[in-house]
């Protein structure tokens, strides 16, 4: 079984920073592209920004250099630092992870998903 859980949410000021992160655990061999999405109420889930385990990064473009992601291997961790926070980026922030995991003889590939963390950001 594998998961993935987030942390680091919770309420800032317009123009303040947050640090999500996220670790995925379990029965993993590899974890290949990682990722951000948000999603704000009554909108559709949007992708935020994706990591290569090579870490080639790519943004959206409302990030506008305001937030960047980063992961560290060894520990199986996502992170995402916000910076310039406005009330516009107020969503439930969701981790992703590309994966492969043992199954059996053989090994699957798993698109695993953590259970979000609410960041709001006031004006």
């Known amino acids: 079984q594998v998961q993935l859980v987030e942390s680091g949410g919770g309420l800032v000021q317009a123009g303040g920073s947050l640090r999500l992160s996220c670790e995925a655990s379990g029965s993993i061999l590899s974890i290949n592209t990682m990722a951000w999405y948000r999603q704000a109420p009554t909108k559709q889930r949007e992708l935020v920004a994706t990591?290569?385990?090579?870490?080639?990064?790519n943004y959206a473009d409302f990030m506008k250099g305001r937030f960047t992601i980063s992961r560290d291997n060894a520990k199986n961790t996502v992170y995402l630092l916000m910076n310039s926070l406005k009330p516009e980026d107020t969503a439930v922030y969701y981790c992703?992870?590309?994966?492969?995991?043992?199954?059996?003889?053989?090994?699957?590939?798993?698109?695993?998903w953590g259970q979000g963390t609410l960041v709001t950001v006031s004006s």
């Open positions: 990591i290569t385990r090579g870490g080639r990064t």
């Open positions: 992703n992870a590309d994966l492969t995991s043992p199954q059996g003889l053989g090994v699957r590939t798993l698109d695993a």
